[in-house]
């Protein structure tokens, strides 16, 4: 049968021909990008549950480029500084999803106007983008990832963290502690609050197991405390009274959940009160959002104590620094202070991308990335810090919170003290 | 002593048994839903799991807007008075079966009876496409976060201190309308005249017609009638469980559509078998085999159940179904 050219067949073809050209003309326009245009962009979970600190975090993030007029002179040259909000959630995930993480990444990397890259905001997330951004040596500044692994030898897998760095060098740095400090706090804490059996759940992922762990370890080791039972939970469930059941048939003087809102505290608050479970509850900076008070219902705190550590100071602790600067500079940009204390670790990571460019004085990314791991003796709102060769943040100031009236609370400022092991209290 | 961890643990496990079966009648009211629509159309109705969640937040915007708190609103209503709590779910109830049977039923005349001839995967398509539509519309109406439903019915406990056993107001309620609601009914479609048509379009929908039977009536009322059960679990439900989002629909519908299958798709009784069964599974599977297996675990009974008897636990073997 002899082939015949036919009129849609000759569309088809110019149809493709057409989009084959499209696309290399707008990937060339792309490898060029603006020559006057840095860009910095961030990767958290837009859409689902996390929007909350989400928010924040990109309104403290705004407000650092707002500061400096969204422009940077560099040597002689002064650029425009764009911000991209990308979003690695979907809204039917309601939380973020490894495909929109990897889109971001990429889209991050073949853009080379892109200097720093925001995020994430899930720990495992991290570890997807991390080897992406590594190869393209993009600054990754992170406002609230805690898994230890993600940077520090040892303390996860063997592979971990070279495996998230295939070039060697390090482009992840974070500016919140790290779980293993908030999980041996969280264990110095429920110690000082007098706890002799805890019972310990988790939500099964990077960051919630993570730091059960950690604090399982920690009561065990340091403080003699007796972990009466560790279980990971389905966050896919919508209850877990039949858990809670046997977690209050153990009788345990306090609960610790390692895992966020959006991995169900609130309901696992709310079924520990609905089995005559009374206990205090304690749980990580996930859990440290207004969400939890709302999903939880306020009256449920009204029944048991609820405790959130937090790996820095809440608003209005921000007392050091450029805390008052930075509350008074956010109220005035939107009307109002801050309520999720996030806010600050978005608007410390604009600052540290800001101030690695400009001791970086050009628009190169390896220039970019050095500049900001070299920050040292750094006045944030948080207090003076470093990075150390890791990337990771050098301050272990943390804070203790609690629930009252509706509204979390700062209780009590919690410093690991490394030899607290000694002279238990 | 070894009658004191005896009598403990018979106390927990008698614990997890009230608290699963309360559990287990929830999802059997879901799953009458899938099982009657299956019943008559041979239909599995994936929107059902989120018509659910849909009655839900009704239900939580009727209690704001009575005052009692919900969807942002504060309480107005300060300590209301047991009556007036009363009224209030009352109306929940009288509000949302009739919405979620009104919405059902709409469902079935613009998306499926178009489809009543077509291949069987065209209805079963849409019906994930409603299913999609539906929790957009949760997230729309409720946000992506958890939302907190108040916590209206006390969770005093009925038993005497001493028992060490917890039935309260909550399960109270939970048995109190899910029974009374399967026995109407099973009675409803063994006796009425609406009930024969049923049995009779599922058994032969040609024959049915042909003893001149509406048979399109007959299946946009059973819709109806599944919506209004999914309705009336969603009240109670969101009064037990005190959270809802607009992901809720998917885990739920799952459950109860499980629970259809083990007990025998298209038979009403098999649902309601198959509920408390599924309710026991996760209860005794959270508390002695471990939380995170409860979920592996229904499945895997529901494999072994559908090996050995693949028309699931009352499945029979004449043609009766509904």
């Known amino acids: 049968m002899p082939f015949r050219v036919t009129l849609p067949f000759v569309l088809l073809v110019l149809f493709v021909a057409a989009g084959v050209a499209g696309l290399a003309l707008s990937d060339n326009a792309q490898a060029k990008g603006k020559p006057d245009v840095i860009k910095i962009v961030s990767s958290l979970p837009r859409s689902g549950s996390a929007r909350g600190q989400t928010d924040s975090i990109v309104q403290g993030l705004k407000l650092a480029l707002h500061e400096v007029n969204h422009q940077i002179t560099l040597g002689d040259r002064t650029y425009k500084l764009e911000y991209l909000d990308l979003d690695d959630a979907t809204a039917a995930a309601g939380n973020w999803t490894i495909e929109q993480e990897i889109a971001n990444a990429n889209q991050a990397r073949t853009d080379p106007d892109v200097m720093v890259y925001v995020g994430t905001y899930n720990s495992g997330a991290a570890k997807v983008s991390m080897p992406i951004l590594n190869k393209a040596n993009i600054l990754m500044i992170s406002p609230a990832n805690t898994a230890p692994a993600l940077t520090k030898p040892n303390t996860g897998d063997k592979h971990e963290p070279q495996c998230y760095r295939p070039t060697g060098r390090v482009n992840f740095c974070r500016v919140v502690p790290a779980d293993d400090v908030q999980g041996a706090v969280a264990a110095q804490w429920a110690n ?104 939880a219902g306020k009256e449920s705190f009204e ?119 000694r002279n238990p209290p | 002593m070894i009658f004191a961890a005896d009598s403990a643990f018979w106390q927990a496990f008698t614990q997890q048994t009230i608290d699963g079966l309360a559990f287990g009648a929830l999802i059997a009211l879901v799953a009458l839903g899938y099982t009657m629509v299956y019943g008559i159309v041979e239909l599995i109705n994936f929107a059902h799991g989120d018509l659910f969640m849909l009655g839900c937040f009704l239900s939580l915007t009727i209690l704001a ?191 109860a559509f499980t629970a259809a299958v083990l007990g025998g798709i298209g038979r009403i009784p098999g649902a309601v078998l198959g509920g408390l069964i599924i309710g026991l599974v996760r209860y005794y599977g959270s508390a002695y085999v471990g939380e995170t297996w409860a979920g592996a675990l229904i499945f895997g009974i529901l494999i072994l159940i559908l090996v050995f008897r693949p028309t699931g636990l009352l499945g029979s073997t004449t043609r009766e179904k509904v």
């Open chain 1, 192 to 295: 000082e609050l007098g706890a002799k059996q805890v019972y310990i759940l988790d939500d099964n992922e990077v960051y919630g197991k993570g730091i059960a762990d950690l604090f399982h370890k920690t009561c065990k080791e340091k403080f003699g405390i007796t972990v009466l039972g560790q279980e990971s939970i389905d966050s896919k469930q919508q209850e877990f009274k039949p858990l809670l059941q046997k977690v209050k048939d153990a009788k345990p003087d306090l609960v610790y959940f390692g895992g966020t809102t959006q991995t169900k505290a609130g309901q696992i608050f709310k079924d520990m009160i609905s089995v005559g479970l009374t206990c205090p509850m304690m749980g990580p900076d996930g859990t440290f959002e207004t969400a939890m008070i709302e999903s």
């Open chain 2, 65 to 255: 807007a009575f005052g009692l708190g919900g969807l942002g609103f504060d309480a107005t209503v300060k300590d209301p008075s047991p009556v007036y709590v009363a009224v209030i779910l009352l109306t929940c109830l009288l509000v949302a079966m009739p919405f979620c049977g009104a919405l059902n039923f709409a469902v079935d005349w613009v998306v499926y009876k178009p489809l009543r001839t077509a291949p069987k995967l065209a209805p079963l398509v849409s019906a994930i496409g409603v299913s999609f539509i539906f929790m957009n519309v949760g997230l729309f109406w409720g946000g992506a976060q958890d939302v907190n439903f108040p916590n209206l019915i006390p969770d005093t406990n009925l038993m005497s201190e001493g028992s060490g056993i917890r039935f309260t107001y909550k399960d109270a309620m939970v048995f109190g309308v899910t029974v009374p609601l399967m026995i109407g009914l099973t009675l409803f479609v063994q006796y009425s005249r609406l009930g024969k048509a049923m049995r009779a379009t599922a058994q032969n929908p040609t024959a049915a017609k042909l003893m001149g039977i509406d048979t399109n009536k007959v299946i946009g009322l059973t819709f109806a009638i599944g919506g209004a059960l999914a309705g009336a679990g969603a009240v109670v439900y969101a009064l037990k469980v005190n959270t809802i989002s607009y992901t809720m629909g998917f885990q739920n519908g799952l459950y």
């Open chain 1, 303 to 421: 029944k048991a104590p609820f405790y959130a550590t937090f790996g820095g100071l809440p608003i209005e602790e921000l007392k050091d620094g450029r805390g008052p600067t930075f509350i008074k500079n956010f109220t005035a940009l939107y009307g109002k202070p801050p309520t999720e204390a996030y806010a600050a670790y978005g608007y410390e990571c604009g600052l540290v991308a800001l101030d690695a460019l400009k001791r970086a004085g050009r628009k190169d990314r390896d220039a970019v990335r050095l500049a900001g791991l070299a920050t040292k003796d750094y006045v944030g709102t948080i207090g003076r810090w470093s990075f150390d060769a890791n990337g990771d943040t050098d301050s272990k100031v943390m804070s203790g919170n609690t629930v009252k009236d509706g509204k979390f609370v700062f209780d009590r400022k919690l410093e690991l003290t490394t030899d607290s092991a």
